[in-house]
């Protein structure tokens, strides 16, 4: 399952600060051809394999996703597992090649999408990007070339593209597929496919190809194995905090759930945020912290009739315990303050049960009841102000 406090805003997150989260894959099989030419210098191939009772056939699967002549776009997919960590993921790098290709040529446009699941399968769904708006960044030269076995060809540069998602998203742990598609200055652009020496079907593979308006396991066109996409995963990786949150003079089990609100500063820059629902006066606290910047941070917590509450700790990049946070009750308006409005909030709403009156917060130990409880707490918190 993926956790509802992961779906959160994170900015200020640069890609200079970037790291390549995940890779799915290598294509190079070295400078030499098996029939025995040699790259350009600096270069490699990618060489379809063959691993003695198999060989593969397929350059690659076309993910000219605009392409006229064929029945539906053409784009293709593959997945990667997120961790209990949590991600903020910034980019994807991806492939491409063309027939005639030019090592220093740039890509027209690329689209990318991303699955909570398979690909058009029941139950999944798009959480990011769409097949129109282009998020092509950059288009660099990879120094590996594509080739079949029949003789080593240098016409076919593979050409990594960076398509960078319009803002950072955080995704919780999972599984997600990435779903892509390129337009190069040729008339088709095809994918590379994850190509290792000796190997015609990696590991698990898994990836998949939208063709004749449907989606297909990818499979090589000669052995038949199931072929891996080539793409790496870019952003930043979430550190761990965890605790309780201590909510004073409220009963053990609520009547209704609470929301407390978290905002992780560094300096300027958020670096997390987000919602706890507690259903308890203690409840648990797990969140992730998306900065690459080890030091001081401040995490703030408000919400509900508790005053808010700040929290200094030093990041360290490793997953990093709070303890237990406490907050003070008797803020029913929100004010900042526990104060003569906060009784008259709860005067207002006196005798009302859960859902309650006009103020909800009015039932400030979440017993169900506005009674002379809540009254009480407002009392012995009278003058208590935001942290
Ligand atoms: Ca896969
Ligand atoms: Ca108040
Ligand atoms: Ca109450």
């Not at 990011?128 to 950059?138: E, R």
């Not at 990879?142 to 076919?156: E, F």
């Not at 997390?272 to 001081?296: C, K, W, Y």
């Amino acid at each position: 399952m993926k956790s509802i406090a992961f779906f959160s805003m994170v900015a200020a997150i640069t890609s200079a600060q970037a790291v390549v989260l995940y890779d799915n894959g290598p294509m190079s099989t070295g400078p030499t051809h098996h029939l025995g030419a040699t790259a350009p210098a600096g270069t490699t191939f990618s060489e379809i394999q063959t691993d003695g009772l198999l060989t593969n056939g397929t350059l690659g699967y076309s993910v000219n996703y605009v392409n006229t002549t064929s029945i539906g776009s053409l784009h293709q997919a593959d997945d990667f597992t997120v961790g209990p960590e949590g991600w903020s993921v910034i980019s994807f790098t991806v492939y491409g090649f063309r027939t005639n290709g030019l090592i220093g040529e740039q890509y027209l446009t690329g689209v990318l999408r991303l699955w909570d699941g398979v690909p058009g399968a029941l139950g999944s769904n798009i959480i990011a990007g769409d097949l129109t708006t282009n998020i092509l960044q950059s288009t660099a030269f990879t120094n590996i070339y594509r080739t079949g076995r029949s003789s080593a060809s240098t016409t076919r540069p593979i050409m990594a593209a960076t398509l960078t998602l319009p803002s950072p998203i955080t995704l919780g742990p999972g599984t997600y597929w990435m779903d892509y598609g390129l337009t190069s200055p040729g008339t088709n652009t095809f994918a590379p496919l994850v190509t290792r020496p000796g190997e015609v079907e990696p590991a698990g593979a898994n990836g998949m190809l939208f063709t004749s308006a449907q989606w297909y396991t990818m499979l090589d066109n000669n052995s038949n194995a199931k072929m891996e996409v080539p793409f790496q995963v870019i952003g930043i990786a979430g550190v761990e905090l965890s605790g309780t949150l201590a909510l004073g003079d409220s009963v053990g089990a609520f009547a209704m759930p609470r929301t407390i609100n978290y905002t992780v500063m560094q300096g300027t820059n958020t670096v997390g945020s987000g919602t706890i629902t507690a259903n308890s006066s203690s409840s648990p606290l797990n969140f992730s912290v998306f900065s690459t910047t080890p030091g001081p941070a401040e995490i703030i917590f408000d919400g509900s009739s508790w005053l808010r509450r700040r929290v200094n700790v030093t990041l360290t990049g490793s997953p990093l315990s709070l303890g237990t946070v406490s907050m003070q009750n008797g803020d029913v308006d929100g004010s900042g303050e526990v104060d003569a409005a906060d009784i008259d909030a709860v005067i207002a709403d006196f005798g009302t049960q859960y859902p309650g009156g006009p103020t909800p917060e009015a039932d400030v130990d979440v017993s169900g009841e506005v009674d002379a409880a809540d009254i009480d707490i407002v009392i012995a918190n009278f003058g208590g102000q935001d942290d």
